[in-house]
């Protein structure tokens, strides 16, 4: 410890700070409590770096320290969530939110949210009803289901539809389809919550049907099949078919809950994807109820679908969580108007954007990829843009070693390192999320949307390659 008088001496006060010119027209942008209460932080923050210091700390001069500061705060004042432009190639990607909406589900969300909406009431009666009924008959007609409803997420709708149909009791699963759906969402922990008792049965690789039979007892409460849809288990396997378990359930009287995860309401083999299972073939073969997102593949809001027989929806729906979990107003409004184009699946294929960047042409993409390499490549940051021909993935847990072609523009950055640029571009406005690949940055325009290809361009163009902007984004209370 330095034993000078007073190490704080050499500070501004906060009124010193509050007259430099970049902290005055800060206070104009963000506010004058804002810019105060950061001045205060930022301070109190130095003098603890300087009591602790064990040499002599420099102090910075009043401009610099009023510099400093000012970008301090204005880069705490940047919206922490931010809209983005993913050139990742990963369609349903989680950190970036999954399924972008359709101008229509967009629109209906706008008008809901703008005001009141009949959200439980029923306006011939004026008396209360019940908010599901917003989605209920187009999930009914669209998977073939009795009876449907919605929660908010898929990890809710399976911890609900455990607790309601089988709390205390148990449920059989295949060791194979124990999975887990990034970190937080293992089903083993879900079902502990919803206090069903996890039987497992057969092995990782193979579970027959006599493995499910020899395991029912009186304390059984239901089978559950989980698709296994972020892995696959190949080579020497086998699997039960859903027929076959619904088959055995009965002759025990036992509830079949099937975990689709993703939910395709269409057939993706039409764009080259298999493997997923259709949500109206689960309730066909029989599943007591069928559980999945509404922003996977149906690329809809986030939410947890759950259709199936009414008598357990029905006692879902009285289960005393289910209020804890339910949906909003903007998203029943978004999953209506996305369900409603589905009526049409070629108006769907145009209108969703999941299955519009799923059905764009691979020439369509080569020749926007040379169109956007020649304007970006002019930008000062760039040395060289070119198209590339690459693959993306449906990504957010569904379809594993599935790879759609497509074409990229690769960039070679000018003077920075390719993850210089690669930062530069997520911190950008709007942000631009690209992928790497040796010492190319490569943005993927299945997953960008047309109608944001002059934002990306300009939003390269704009970058300075000076060292100076890239202190100013990052600079911290150091
Ligand atoms: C994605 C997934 C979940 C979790 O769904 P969320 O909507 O993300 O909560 C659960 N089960 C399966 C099989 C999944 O694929």
Not at 73 to 82: A, F, K, N, T
Not at 231 to 250: I, M, Q
Request: charged share 20%; aromatic share 4%.
């Amino acid at each position: 410890m330095p034993n000078v008088s007073n190490p704080f001496r050499g500070l501004p006060s906060v009124n010193q700070l509050l007259e430099s010119p970049q902290l005055k027209s800060l206070v104009d942008s963000a506010n004058h409590n804002v810019v105060v209460g950061g001045v205060r932080t930022f301070l109190d923050h130095l003098r603890d770096q300087i009591s602790a210091a064990t040499e002599e700390v420099q102090i910075p001069t009043p401009q610099e320290l009023a510099e400093k500061i000012a970008n301090w705060i204005s880069g705490e004042e940047q919206p922490h969530l931010r809209s983005v432009i993913n050139a990742t190639g990963v369609i349903l990607h989680t950190g970036l939110g999954r399924a972008p909406l359709a101008d229509e589900a967009i629109d209906e969300i706008t008008a809901m949210a703008q005001g009141y909406a009949s959200v439980e009431i029923d306006l011939t009666t004026g008396k209360r009803s019940q908010r599901d009924l917003a989605v209920k008959k187009l999930l009914c007609q669209l998977t073939g289901a009795p009876s449907a409803t919605v929660v908010n997420n898929n990890a809710a709708a399976t911890m609900l539809a455990l607790s309601a149909m089988a709390t205390g009791k148990e449920v059989i699963v295949s060791r194979g389809q124990l999975v887990e759906i990034g970190g937080s969402y293992r089903l083993p922990d879900v079902m502990e919550c919803s206090r069903a008792k996890l039987k497992e049965v057969g092995t990782t690789n193979k579970t027959r049907l006599s493995d499910y039979e020899s395991a029912i007892n009186e304390n059984t409460g239901a089978i559950l099949r989980v698709h296994p849809s972020n892995y696959r288990v190949v080579g020497f396997t086998e699997t039960v078919p859903l027929d076959e378990l619904v088959k055995l359930a009965r002759k025990h009287n036992l509830p079949v809950i099937d975990d689709v995860g993703s939910g395709a309401l269409v057939d993706f083999a039409a764009y080259g994807l298999d493997d997923e299972p259709l949500v109206c073939e689960s309730v066909q073969q029989g599943a007591d109820v069928v559980l999945f997102s509404g922003d996977k593949l149906v690329g809809g809001p986030q939410c947890g679908i759950i259709v199936g027989q009414d008598h357990w929806i029905q006692k879902i729906k009285k289960h005393p969580m289910t209020r804890a979990m339910r949906v909003d107003k903007m998203t029943l409004a978004g999953l209506a108007a996305t369900l409603r184009m589905y009526r049409d699946p070629e108006s769907a294929n145009r209108k969703v954007p999941l299955l519009a960047m799923l059905s764009t042409s691979e020439a369509n993409l080569k020749l926007r990829a040379a169109r956007l390499s020649e304007q970006i490549a002019a930008a000062p940051c760039v040395e060289s843009a070119k198209p590339v021909a690459g693959s993306s993935t449906l990504g957010g847990g569904t379809l594993p070693e599935q790879y759609i072609a497509t074409w990229c523009v690769g960039i070679k950055p000018a003077a920075i390192s390719v993850d210089e640029l690669s930062q530069k571009l997520r911190m950008g406005t709007p942000s631009i999320f690209g992928r790497i690949n040796q010492d190319q940055l490569l943005l993927d325009l299945r997953t960008v949307l047309p109608k944001y290809d002059v934002a990306l361009v300009d939003a390269i163009t704009c970058l300075v390659n000076s060292d100076e902007s890239s202190q100013n984004s990052t600079a911290a209370a150091e």
